[in-house]
């Protein structure tokens, strides 16, 4: 019964891959990156507006499984569903299927919080709305 | 009367951008090696396969003029027109335009050559063809 | 009575740094694979040279605690300790500081494997070697 | 009789490494920014700073030759020199050499001015003396 999840598609580029031919294993974060801006965008929020007014997102842990790499050619998408873990902690779970089979290529979970300039804790209103309440387990 | 050129789309994308808020300039070579890349699968050239293959094409001169910086949010598109330059020696002339009000971003061109694993000039049929003759001045 | 883990020192670039000021969250995994790259140099083990023989290291898994941001002008170290998990798999366990005070910057575990060419499981000998035996609990 | 050149030595990372198994083309530009940026503080200017100040300095042209690449394992010196062009332009003429027998590998000019946060000119008196008079022919 859940929903469908925001979801980006990308297209390999030659440069992200390496000696071994395949996607170099940083890219992936970055692909996971772009996505959650990207949603981000979609619910409202422009990460470089924020960063200017001083509301720092950032990322506290990441977890990532590499399922199966990504090669010169492959065309995959990102989704990216958020939840809150804690009245100043929310998270993304976001995977990475190849398009033309939908093969698994990585399962990730990102947690993230929000600062001001000072390092501070700081997740104003639009943040809090943004992520709802905490999950009840 | 000329044709129009290969174009390519893109979006910025945030870890493209540096600590000035605007795309750092080594990313405007990924873009466009991409675009020459994609160019090459459009004319029917895989580069990756070639690569496998031992025609190892590579840039032996790029020439980039900056007009104005891509940040956060934009849209562009890259374009690529290629012609030979020597018997040895194909360039690509490369332009970046911001897509919503046609601003010229960059200017480039590259000037690629194709060489053996061994590292010696080794220019095949199929690329010989694909960038046809030198062009009369 | 632990032994002095193999680490690399490091200056952050400026290129490395996004718009928030600090070292993109991506730069912390290409940091921690060229330690341990040249941890892997340092006992015997060439990267470039196993990928040619077909000998594919991979990271399975990654964990990172991102504690701390690195900034322009950081001057920091990135150790390594490797440790053999099960007999297909071993693990690197990862931590960077900042070299003026110490200051922990991320906390990292890295599972990897050793593939062919195909994608099946390979292990020779001179990985087997090189990790020792599974870690006893 | 020339003095020597500012010089900053480098070592390959892997994830610099691309498909062909060589430092991909774009990264060469990183390394030449990074040599910039510590030649700028070797002569009191810090790039992070003077961002933050509203002095933005920018590339406005690049020229590289690509004479040889860089593999896994290379390493290698970037050289610095600097030069005024004009009242509003700076140059730095640049080359990489591999370190183990001076091979070179690419020469660049790279040349850029000093702007505002709106992007108008502004070349204060501390960019001014640290370029020194335009350079006569």
């Avoid at 990441?62 to 990504?70: A, V």
């Avoid at 990102?78 to 779970?93: G, I, M, Y």
């Amino acid at each position: 019964m859940g929903e469908t999840p925001f979801s980006l598609e990308f297209k390999v580029r030659d440069y992200e891959c390496d000696m071994q031919g395949i996607v170099n294993n940083a890219n992936y974060q970055h692909y996971m990156e772009h996505a959650r801006h990207e949603y981000l965008h979609h619910i409202g929020l422009d990460f470089a507006k924020l960063t200017e007014e001083g509301i720092i997102l950032v990322v506290k842990r990441i977890e990532i499984d590499y399922h199966f790499p990504l090669r010169s050619g492959d065309v995959f998408f990102v989704d990216c569903v958020a939840e809150r873990v804690s009245p100043l902690r929310f998270a993304f779970v976001q995977n990475i299927f190849r398009l033309s089979d939908r093969k698994p290529i990585i399962s990730a979970r990102v947690t993230g919080t929000s600062i001001n300039r000072n390092g501070r804790p700081f997740l104003p209103e639009i943040i809090d709305k943004a992520f709802g309440p905490v999950k009840q387990q």
